[in-house]
């Protein structure tokens, strides 16, 4: 994808969201980029097959220090005006905070990717999306939206929180085209919460509404296979691919190649 395009589910294609991660504490490749250089690596990517970058510049892992939207915005400016200047692909920055959404859209980003699902920043973050007329992810967060008063409900709750989310949106003045939800694999409340959504993954994909799926070497992984975060990969592929065939629009993934190889596969079967 190129700057300024629509995301469209129409082709029946899923769309592959390589991470860029500007935090030297992410818990599968913090400070890794700052040896790699962050340009070479968004150029690795898309040499790989990636549609759109999603970079973050916090942390969102459990246990992970927050950090002002100061110092948030001064690790992710800079590095998203560099990459403008040598590319148009598609990006979408990873934040909550609205005054670090509209620096970055401001540099040069398409999309906002609000891990707080609207919790944070609440109908200012859906405004900027209205003013900017661009996309905006909202996924659900058991730190902002709790949890379901009955656990075999998991599927309906998260439904339920999107759904009131999109409709903030809606009346922010966000367009029905411009939404994009995410069910929150990694921040639902545990392991068996994570295979739950991915259980559900039909369900969640029935509204209609394009839907990222973040799976990518996450700790339900480690803990269901009893792995480190380096050697996830296969079963990171795995949600890949069950992901697609529920419907999903987009993976959100650190091994570009990998994915989009199984994933151009199954297109092919």
Known sequence: ?????????????????????????????????????????????????????????????????TVTAEEETERLIPALKEIRKHTDIYISVDTYKPEVARAALDAGADMINDVSGLGYGGVEMAKLSAEYKVPIILMYNKAYHK?????????????????????????????????????????????????????????????????MLGCSRKSFIGNTLDLPVDQRE?????????????????????NVLANRRALDMLGAI
């Open 1 to 65: 994808m190129k700057k300024g395009e629509k995301i469209d589910q129409s082709k029946g294609r899923t769309m592959v969201a390589g991470i860029l991660n500007l935090t030297p504490d992410s818990f599968s490749d913090g400070g890794l980029y700052e040896k790699e250089g962050i340009l070479n690596r968004v150029e690795h990517m898309i040499r790989d097959g990636a549609d759109l970058i999603d970079i973050g510049a916090e942390s969102t892992r459990p246990g992970a220090q």
């Open 234 to 254: 296969e079963a990171t592929i795995v949600t890949s691919i069950l992901g697609a065939q529920a419907g999903c629009a987009i993976v959100r993934v650190h």
């Open 147 to 211: 949890s379901p008063a009955k656990q075999d409900d998991l599927i309906g709750y998260i439904n339920s929180v999107l759904f009131d989310a999109a409709q903030k949106a809606l009346k922010a003045g966000v367009s029905e085209d411009n939404i994009i939800i995410d069910p929150g694999v990694g921040f639902a409340g545990g392991t068996e919460n994570d295979l739950t959504i991915l259980r559900g993954l039909e369900d969640i994909c029935s509204w209609g509404w394009p839907v």
